[in-house]
């Protein structure tokens, strides 16, 4: 079994930051990609950033310049920094991981439970 647990959302202001962490857990043998998605109200859940295990980066376009994702594979723990933030970059933001588990062969795609951020005055 393995768990995905995200923390650091909340209320911010236009303009200012947060970050996120998402720390994986369980009977972990391998971690491969680890991201970041989001879902607005009414939306569908989009990309926001991804780092392999090797530290290779894909960003969604809109959000370059303002979204940092780095990760710590010794703590099984991804991050996101956003800065800059806006109104629109409301949404429950989830992180992905693609975990191979103690004792299979393959690696099975998994989610945390959602953390909600909020930007406004």
């Known amino acids: 079994q393995v768990q995905l647990v995200e923390s650091g959302g909340g209320l911010v202001q236009p303009g200012g930051s947060l970050r996120l962490s998402c720390a994986a857990s369980?009977?972990?043998?391998?971690?491969?990609?680890m991201g970041w998605y989001r879902q607005a109200p009414g939306k569908q859940r989009d990309l926001v950033a991804t780092?392999?295990?090797?530290?290779?980066?894909n960003y969604a376009d809109s959000l370059k310049g303002r979204f940092t994702i780095s990760r710590d594979s010794a703590k099984n723990t991804v991050y996101l920094q956003m800065d800059k933030m806006e109104p629109e970059d409301t949404a429950v933001y989830y992180c992905?991981?693609?975990?191979?588990?103690?004792?299979?062969?393959?690696?099975?795609?998994?989610w945390g439970q959602g953390t909600q951020v909020t930007v406004s005055s």
């Open positions: 992905n991981a693609d975990v191979r588990a103690t004792g299979r062969t393959i690696y099975y795609s998994y």
């Open positions: 369980g009977s972990i043998f391998r971690i491969g990609d």
């Open positions: 780092i392999s295990s090797g530290g290779m980066t």
